[in-house]
């Protein structure tokens, strides 16, 4: 005994099966597997018998499954023993289904029906007479479809499309048997929904449907007949649920087709719509299902063009989420996050908002809409090649789930160490998962279930909330199509002002049968929208054209545009915006990357910045190679800056700030290469200090770096040799930052040193003293009031900034004779530095209430008031304005008013560069130039605003600044 109990264990069993002594169970002669093996050697049949049943799910099961056929039929045994394909049918089933299993052991005989591979929905036809053969038919033919999904191994897919042909079959019976009860002939159409609609039912589900009459006529005999085929399913199989119909439970039961016309035009919400692409018709009048079907397809397919569409199936999939049980949602394969419900959602909405126009995306089938989605380039290849691997992992998990018991259930057991992990050990076996060295199946299974429902999320949320679905929505089914003559017409209203230029363009990028053609053709009605509110739209197609043609061989240029995030809408704006960001991105098509996600464009800290250019130049021993890769990283940062001008509007301070930051490395970055160039030694230092706008941290986009330029010999260094090494830096550094190339050049500007061009470009430490304690006049305190250590020698930096300190803020302020001196620079300033033809109401920088007004009215109060005002001792504009706001040298409205008038100029002038792509400083009165200004400054469809906005900031700042800086 203890011997044959023994070889049972290591064939799997942990239990004695049925009865303590199954005497005749194995083998045609009598086999005991109780007793020893020494005293009665198994025979061949058992042990093939034996060897099948280690195989399956759960060898306990099977054994006591098969010991129950052989009390009811004993010729079970020697059949499976001498047939392989039956052996292999019936005992995977019974070790994997216990309801099948009582099935057979419940009808003597009924295993027979494994013996051959027929179709299990030709067990379903029409000569069955009564409910009662149709229940044993139905149970027949899901018992064939296990045994070929579990013992032939059939794909997962065709085992959904036999499951889902069943079914079809059952409503067919059922309705020839419900219409023989009822009166009259009445045309009445089934039309499957859901999983039945989609071919892709499981072992145990509702079959939704929907029942369409022809007339009103019709309808009390076609209601008998439905709710008796829905009482005939439910006895036979599954329940057979109607509540997808209009107003669902509330609603008539049965509806005429013109009746669910009306529905569907007039109160259908967008759920409906998305549960109408699984409709398909199946039993009754299929005709007239099929009518149905045609007359609701324009109604479907244009439901995506609802403002609220793509929202209200995000709030679906929200609410399907949170009615899941706590306890149940990280184990829920179908609703949970990562399961069924993800993928089919995703795909379901792709298909709205993109099958108006493609029809090839009309399938009702999950897996075959979303290779349709690949094909046509919706869907990355990758990204979709991991959504069918998860679908079809899932499908498998939830049928193996249902077959045990043949329950409705979508949970996997948890791994709670009691009967549980039991559960999902039997999952994990009868998945195929047999255990590897130190895992055991169930770990293998969990593994795999859990990388794909942690990709399945990534692809859902990745795909689901795709912002380019909202703007393909919004574009009509008509405008989806890009064919001549409507595309032409389109152009026309769209504001394009060459259309016949345009379609060449469009042409060139979405003609062919290519995948990149394909993808084209799903942006560019979007782009052409987006391009059209610009204010040169031809200009911004060529300009995508351009691009599109230098990166479209490139793998992840159109991937980007189309799943990453707002990259797509982003790129038209700035295309059909900003020529200075046009220009940058078509010198570093690459920086395109940074528009996917708002993190992307934040400024860099300055620390950061200094690292990766000195990273970048140390790369290159040749001086200009060094430089070309310093002013690459530079090129790269004002791209960054410039998006984030245009997408997230930042204050003009934060872009001075981030602009600064980027001069700041350029020349950290630049001075190192110029000293190595100009061979200095190490104890020679050398220092950068920032002035003007630099200075401030106020850099604008077509700002120079203006600076001054000071030194300290070497140790031994006779002094015409340091004057001679310091200019040659000086010299490199400003030659290098401004030679032509590709990058945009930094001009280097020392105009603002002691006796300004006339004096020598770069001191020594000790000249700057000689000179300041004779020679300095009062522009050049006023200069000295932006200056800053900006790089070079930290110690000799600190040294000048205290050197400077009684000249910029001297002790007791100004004299009379000092600030008249100051008025009469400035008015000769506004006489003779303000271009010509300027308009002096609306030159940004120069113009009357403009930025130059209320820098020197501050800093007048700077010269005047900081040696007794702390708080007024700052390079920055608008901060010294609040200091002096705080001692009272300015009424708080006044202050607002030059702060707003500072402000706007600034942004003004920012944007005017963004715009024309070079530096400006006026402001136009009317034209696209100032419809791109608006549209950078939030101000979309109203350029005359902007207009007149900045004209009554800056005529009220400008009487401020005559009150307070020309007068006492």
């Not at 006529?217 to 829905?230: K, S």
């Not at 042409?507 to 979007?526: D, F, K, M, N, Y």
């Not at 200090?689 to 700002?703: F, H, K, V």
């Not at 902007?946 to 307070?964: F, G, Q």
Request: glycine share 8%; hydrophobic share 45%; aromatic share 6%.
């Amino acid at each position: 005994m203890a011997a044959g109990i023994g070889r049972l264990a290591r064939y799997g069993f942990t239990a004695v099966p049925g009865r303590p002594d199954p005497v005749g169970l194995l083998g045609p002669r009598g086999m005991n597997l109780w007793v020893a093996e020494e005293q009665r050697p198994y025979d061949e049949e058992a042990a093939l018998i034996l060897d099948q049943l280690r195989r399956v799910a759960d060898p306990n099961l099977a054994l006591r499954q098969l010991a129950r056929l052989h009390e009811r039929d004993p010729a079970v045994v020697e059949a499976v023993g001498a047939d392989h394909d039956l052996r292999d049918r019936l005992i995977t089933v019974l070790g994997a289904s216990e309801a099948l299993g009582d099935h057979l052991a419940a009808r003597p005989g009924e295993w027979r029906c494994l013996t051959d591979t027929m179709p299990a929905r030709y067990e379903v036809h029409a000569g069955i007479a009564d409910v009662a053969a149709l229940r044993l038919a139905y149970r027949r033919g899901l018992l064939r479809v296990a045994a070929a999904d579990l013992a032939d191994h059939v794909d997962v897919e065709q085992t959904m499309a036999e499951l889902t042909a069943l079914a079809d079959a059952t409503l067919r019976v059922a309705y020839r048997l419900a219409s023989a009860r009822v009166a009259g002939n009445p045309r009445l159409a089934v039309i499957a929904m859901g999983k039945c609609g989609g071919t892709e039912l499981n072992y145990v589900s509702d079959v939704d449907v929907i029942f369409v009459a022809a007339e009103d006529e019709d309808l009390p005999a076609a209601t008998a007949i439905a709710t008796r085929l829905m009482e005939i399913c439910g006895q036979v199989a599954w329940p057979v649920d109607a509540a997808l119909r209009p107003e669902g439970g509330r609603g008539p039961l049965v509806r005429t087709l013109a009746s669910h016309l009306a529905y569907y035009q007039r109160w259908a919400r967008t759920w409906e719509f998305q549960a109408l692409l699984k409709a398909r018709a199946v039993a009754g009048e299929v005709a007239l299902g099929r009518s149905w079907l045609v007359a609701l397809q324009p109604l479907i397919w244009h439901a995506a063009e609802r403002p609220e569409a793509v929202e209200d199936v995000r709030k679906m999939r929200r609410r399907i989420v949170e009615q899941i049980p706590r306890s149940e949602i990280d184990r829920e394969i179908k609703r949970g996050p990562g399961g069924l419900r993800d993928i089919e959602f995703a795909v379901q909405l792709l298909q709205l908002v993109h099958g108006r126009a493609d029809e090839t995306l009309r399938s009702p089938n999950t897996l075959t809409a979303l290779r349709a989605l690949v094909a046509g380039g919706y869907v990355g290849r990758h990204d979709g090649e991991a959504l069918v691997l998860a679908y079809r992992f899932l499908r498998e998990v939830e049928h193996r789930l249902q077959l045990q018991k043949l329950r409705r259930t979508h949970t996997v057991p948890a791994a709670d160490g009691g009967a549980g992990s039991a559960a999902l050990v039997w999952l994990a076996q009868s998945m195929g998962y047999a255990g590897s060295g130190t895992r055991t199946a169930e770990e293998m299974f969990r593994a795999d279930w859990v990388a794909h429902a942690a990709e399945v999320r990534r692809l859902h949320a990745k795909l689901f909330f795709r912002p380019l679905l909202t703007a393909v929505a919004q574009v009509s089914a008509d405008h989806l199509a890009l064919r001549t003559a409507q595309a032409r017409e389109r152009l026309v209203v769209l504001g394009y002002a060459d259309p016949a230029g345009a379609l060449r363009h469009i042409e060139a990028l979405s003609g062919g049968v290519s995948r990149t053609a394909a993808i084209q053709r799903t942006l560019l009605p979007v782009l052409l929208e987006e391009l059209a509110d610009a204010p040169d739209p031809d200009a911004g197609l060529l300009a995508y054209r351009q691009v599109s043609e230098k990166l479209g061989a490139t793998p992840w240029y159109l991937r980007l545009l189309r799943d990453e995030g707002p990259v797509a809408l982003r790129l038209a704006r700035l295309l059909g915006t900003s020529r200075y960001a046009v220009d940058l991105l078509a010198r570093d098509p690459e920086a395109l990357r940074l528009m996917a996600s708002d993190g992307e464009l934040a400024p860099r800290e300055g620390r950061a910045l200094v690292e990766a250019m000195s990273s970048a130049a140390g790369r290159y021993r040749v001086p200009q190679e060094a430089i070309r890769a310093v002013r690459a990283v530079r090129r790269r940062e004002l791209f960054r800056t410039a998006c984030a001008d245009l997408f997230l509007r930042p204050t003009e301070l934060e872009t001075g700030q981030a602009l600064s930051d980027v001069t700041d490395a350029t020349l950290a970055a630049a001075l190192e290469v110029a000293r190595a160039a100009a061979g200095a030694p190490e104890d020679f230092e050398f220092s950068i200090i920032g002035m003007g706008r630099l200075g401030g941290y106020e850099m604008s986009y077509p700002s120079d770096a203006d600076v001054l330029f000071v030194y300290e010999p070497g140790s031994g260094m006779r002094d015409d040799e340091a004057q001679g090494t310091a200019l040659a830096v000086a010299e490199n550094l400003r030659t290098l930052l401004a030679a032509p190339a590709q990058d945009p050049p930094l001009g280097v500007d020392a105009d603002l040193r002691p006796e300004g061009r006339q004096g020598p470009l770069v001191r020594s430490f000790t000249a700057y003293q000689r000179y300041y304690a004779k020679w300095s006049a009062i522009w050049e305190a006023q200069a000295l009031l932006r200056a800053r250590p900006v790089a070079g020698s930290e110690a000799l930096a600190a040294r000048f900034i205290e050197l400077i300190e009684p000249i910029r803020y001297p002790e007791g302020g100004l004299t009379r004779e000092q600030v008249v001196e100051i008025r009469r620079i400035k008015a000769r300033v506004e006489n003779e530095r303000l271009p010509r033809a300027a308009d002096p109401l609306t030159h940004t920088k120069l113009g009357r209430g403009g930025i130059a007004d209320v820098e020197w009215t501050v800093q007048l109060w700077q010269l005047r008031h900081a040696y007794e005002l702390e708080k007024l001792k700052t390079t920055r504009t608008l901060t010294a304005l609040a200091a002096a706001t705080e001692a009272g040298l300015a009424s708080a409205a006044d202050a607002e008013i030059l702060r707003t008038a500072w402000s706007f100029a600034a942004r003004v002038r920012n944007a005017l560069t963004l715009v024309r792509g070079r530096a400006a400083d006026q402001l136009p009165r009317h034209g696209p130039e100032l419809e791109g200004i608006a549209q950078i400054l939030g101000q979309d469809g109203e350029p005359t605003l902007v207009l007149e906005e900045y004209l009554r900031a800056t005529r009220r700042a400008r009487a401020v600044v005559e009150r307070l800086f020309f007068t006492d």
